[in-house]
């Protein structure tokens, strides 16, 4: 399967990819997410655009991947199951096309409760691993949903998300080679603190093969403070942050904890390069994009490969 994404190229090519992410605004002032943009420009193979993140009401994914598509980028549209039905996504995946957005990552999407509309209805009228099959068929046999023909199909490179730390641990890859079998062609990871647990994840992969069939991007978060360390630890879901990575983070003093939470990043990537099966990585600079570049630079992953 060969599309027109930027990421795919990259990819085929057998180099290291790099994506990070950019949430649109709580507003409409385009502005807001061009300019944190910018500091991705150059520096990265895709440019993951958020829809309504943890269930919060923003600018929608489709339009925030067009601006930073005018911007000259290479937007990876996310798309979740939780807002809209078969017919909304599938019109939505058309109309990305249609604009020149060619990656997406198919996701369920966080709980409405934990959003700041609580009361909103949970669609999901499909799954993340539903929706991945969905658009595969409709790239690969031009086919809607409900079997009618598409006259022009959207060659989207489909992506999805796995949590290589979730409860229960065993039944992780499976559910990784469920996707594959649904025709993902490359996965982003949650963040990874616990390197000895993802090594054990992609021992789990590379038994069952899974490495050679989709790309797997290991995903890095640099964290600006002990508190922020704690709070990832402690209160978010599916987190695996051990004990010595926030004693690391309280060992400094707190104006040097930025850079200390940077450092650790970066060390981190080194690490993962050495893990067979590992294609690439998605750094997510939550509200900290400027750090980004840096962090590309000393991983020894710049400057990005130029593909025709």
Not at 134 to 159: H, L
Request: include cysteine.
């Amino acid at each position: 399967m060969k599309t027109e994404s930027n990421l795919e190229k990259v990819l085929a090519a057998g180099h290291l990819a790099v994506t990070s992410e950019c949430g649109p605004p709580r507003g409409a002032v385009a502005k807001e997410l061009t300019d944190k943009a910018k500091y991705l420009e150059g520096v990265v193979d895709a440019v993951n655009v958020t829809d309504n993140q943890t269930a919060m009401v923003r600018m929608s994914s489709l339009a925030g991947s067009v601006l930073i598509k005018q911007q000259g980028m290479h937007p990876l549209l996310q798309v979740v199951t939780r807002d809209r039905n078969r017919l909304a996504i599938q019109a939505d995946i058309l109309g990305a096309y249609s604009l020149g957005i060619d990656t997406m990552l198919c996701l369920s999407g966080d709980h409405t409760k934990f959003g700041d509309h609580p009361m909103a209805a949970n669609v999901h009228d499909i799954d993340s691993i539903q929706l991945i099959q969905m658009v595969k068929g409709m790239r690969d046999e031009s086919k809607f949903q409900g079997g009618s023909d598409i006259k022009g199909a959207p060659k989207m490179f489909i992506g999805a998300a796995a949590n290589p730390f979730a409860d229960p641990f065993e039944l992780r890859v499976m559910r990784l080679a469920k996707k594959i079998a649904a025709g993902v062609d490359f996965i982003q990871t949650q963040c990874i603190f616990n390197v000895e647990k993802f090594e054990l994840w992609m021992e789990g992969v590379r038994k069952m093969g899974l490495h050679k069939k989709c790309y797997i991007l290991a995903g890095v978060t640099p964290m600006k403070s002990v508190g922020a360390a704690r709070y990832m630890k402690n209160r978010v879901p599916g987190m695996d942050v051990p004990t010595d990575v926030v004693e690391r983070m309280a060992s400094v003093p707190k104006e040097k904890q930025p850079e200390e939470g940077v450092d650790i990043c970066i060390e981190t990537i080194e690490r993962l390069k050495k893990v067979e099966g590992v294609a690439g990585f998605h750094i997510m600079a939550i509200e900290w994009e400027e750090k980004v570049e840096e962090i590309v630079r000393r991983a020894g992953l710049y400057p990005r490969p130029e593909i025709s």
